[in-house]
C-alpha cells in the first residue's frame, strides 16, 4: 500500500510539471531559468519554502537533534528564523538589483555592478564550488527513505530514475515545474510531519518533560554558545546571499511580493516542533535505528499505517527532487551564461540542459561512492558562500568600490575560513566562517585603501 | 531630523527606516541571538523542551509578529522601492 501512494505521488508529481507548461511551451532562457519574472507572491512562497525544508532538514534535523541535542537545535532553528526578517530588508533590494542589472544569476549582479568580467568568474567558482554537493546529498537522502519499502532494485536505478524525474520537470518548463511541484511538496511535508509528530506524542502519552539523559538536558558551555551566536549571524546573512534564494528572488514579479512571503515563512517552520518530538520519540521508546539519518522514517514506520508511510517516504522524496532541480537550474545558466559568454540565448538553455544533465550523472555517481570531500564541501557550504556579502551589499546599497578589493576579499576569506574549518580551529569559539568575513572585510578595506593611494597617484 | 510618529504615517523613509529594521530586525535578533547567554545555562523543562528550544519555537511567532508590524504600519503603503 505504500508503495502505491508513493509512486501515485511521484507520477503526480510528473503530472504537474506537464500542466505548468501550459501557455509557456516555447521558453526563451529567460523564462526558462526564472520564469520572465512572473511568479506571484505563492509560487515564490513554495519555491522559497521548498528550498529551506529539504530531504536534510526533514531526516537531518530529528537525527541531529536525537545525536546532538540542544547545542545543534539552537544554531540551526536560529539561523533559519534569523534570516527571515534579515530577508525581509534585504530581499526586495536584491530583487531590485536584479531588476537594475538585467540579471539572470547571481554573478550577473556583480558583472553588472562592478563592471568586471574576472569578478564574474569568481562568483561562478565560488557558488559552483559550494554548490557542487547539494545534488549528491539529495540522492543520498532519497536512498535512505527508499529504503524503507525493501524493494528489491539496485541503489544505482533507484537514484538514475530520480534523475530521470528530475531532469523530465526541467525539460517540460524549466523553473515552472518545481514550483508547481512544490506546492504538492509542501503541503505534503506539512500533513507528513504532523501525521508522525502527532502519532509520537500519542505514543508517548503526551508531552511530558524528557527523561534524564536526553541530549537537550545538559548545559551549553561558554564557547557552545559563542558558536551557536556566530553560526547563526553567519548562516542567516549566507542564506539571503545563497545563489538559489537569489535565483529564486528573480522569479518575482515585484518587490511588495518578496517581501510580503517573509512575513509568513517563520510560521512554517511550525513543523520543527513536531520533528524535535519524532527525536525524544525514538529515544524515549528505544527505536532501534541503523543509523541516526533513519530517526524519522524509522518513527514514521513504527507509528503509521502503510499508507500513511506512503505519504511521508512522498513528501521527503519530493523534497529531494524539488532541492535538486532548483540546484540544477542554479548552476546551469552559472555555467552557460557566465562561464561561456558569446552563447546565443537559444545555445545558452542547451548548454545549461547539457551541463544539468551531466551533473545529475555526477551526483548519482558521487551518491554511491560518498566521498569524504564531497561531505567536507556541504559542511563548508554557508562558509563559502557567506564570503559574497560584502559584494553584495555593495551590489543593493549601489557602492562601487574596487573589483579586485572584492575579489581578493572574497578569495582569501574564503581561504581562511576553509583552513579554519579543515584544521578544526574556531579562534574564541567563533565560527571559522564568521572569521573568514572578518577577514575578508578587512582585505577588502586594505585593498581599497591601496586602490585610492594609487588613483591619487596617478 | 529623526522622528517617530507611531507609524501612522511613515512620509519620510529616512526616518521610517530606525523604527522598522528596530522592530522587524532588531526584536527577532536580540531574542535569538542575544538570548542565547541567558538561556543557554539553563536545564529548564517546558512540556517536552529544553528551555532554550522552546523559546526558539517561540520566536518563530515573534519574528513572524514583528515583520506584520512593520509591514501593517509603513511597509503595505510602499511600492518596491525597498
Redesign the interface.
Known sequence: MASIVFLSIIMLSVAVALYSRRGHAHQDSRDFFVASGQFGGLLVFVLAVGETYSIGSILGFPAAAYGQ??SF??WF??YI??A???G??VN??I??AGRRCGALTIADLFRVHFASPALERIVVVNAILFLLPFGELQFAGLLNVLEEFHWNVPPLMLTGGAAIVTFAWLMLSGIRAPAYVSIIKDSLVVIAVILVGVAA?RT?GG????PAGLP??D??GTQ??IY??ST??LQAMGFCVAPQTVAFLFTAR???TV??N??????Y??M??FL??VA?YARVVGLPLPSANAVFMASAHALLPGWAVGIVAAACALSALVILAGTCLTLGPLVSHNLLHGLSDNQQRRGAQFVIALYLVFSIVAASHLSGLMVALTSMYYLGVSQMVPGMAAV?WRRTPAPAAIGAGLVVGGAVAVVLFLAGVRPGGLNAGLVGLLVNLATITVAQGLARMRTARA | MEKENGGAGLREPAAGQGW??AV??GV??CA??LA??FL????M?V????L??FW??C???L??L???I??TLS?RR?????
Request: glycine residues 10%; contains cysteine.
Open positions: 541535542g540542544t537545535v539552537l532553528l536560529g528564523v534569523l527571515y526578517p534579515l525581509y530588508f526586495p533590494l530583487w531590485q506524542v508517548m508531552l511530558h518533560a524528557p537537550g538536558h548545559r551549553l557552545d554558545q551557536a551566536m547563526i549571524l515585484s518587490g511588495r517581501r510580503r517573509q512575513i509568513v515563512m517563520p510560521l517552520m511550525l520543527f516542533p524535535y518530538l525524544v543593493i | 522598522r529594521v522587524g530586525l527577532p535578533f535569538i541571538v542565547i547567554p543557554g545555562g539553563t536545564r523543562t512540556a517536552a523542551f529544553p532554550p528550544v526558539m519555537f520566536c518563530f511567532i519574528a513572524s514583528c515583520m506584520a512593520v509591514w511597509d510602499r511600492g518596491d522601492d525597498g
